[in-house]
């Protein structure tokens, strides 16, 4: 099994910056790739980044040019850079590993962009 932690959330105005970290124990050979998923409230889970284990990302196109995504398998680590943040960009960040056939789940941190 693989067990995910997140830090790093918290309040920040528009326009700042924060950096989400999730690490990674346990079976993490078993992982294949990691993302990021966020939650706002009163809207569904929506996928904001993934990274594979080769290294090859993608975003949703909301967040594309303000976040970046990394990976230090040397930590077991992967982190979101949160640049430009905005209002909308407020919700539960959750960290996400797939370990086929399954995902695991990291317990959330929460992100507050105030305006």
């Known amino acids: 099994q693989v067990q995910l932690v997140e830090s790093g959330g918290g309040l920040v105005q528009a326009g700042g910056s924060l950096r989400l970290s999730c690490t990674a124990s346990?079976?993490?050979?078993?992982?294949?790739?990691m993302a990021w998923h966020r939650q706002a409230p009163g809207k569904q889970r929506e996928l904001v980044a993934v990274?594979?284990?080769?290294?090859?990302?993608d975003y949703a196109d909301s967040v594309k040019g303000r976040f970046t995504i990394s990976r230090d398998n040397a930590k077991n680590t992967v982190y979101l850079q949160m640049n430009s943040l905005k209002s909308e960009d407020t919700a539960v960040y959750y960290c996400?590993?797939?370990?086929?056939?399954?995902?695991?789940w990291g317990h959330g941190t929460q992100v507050t962009v105030s305006s």
């Open positions: 346990g079976s993490i050979f078993s992982i294949n790739l």
């Open positions: 990274i594979t284990s080769s290294g090859i990302t």
């Open positions: 996400v590993a797939n370990t086929p056939p399954s995902y695991t």
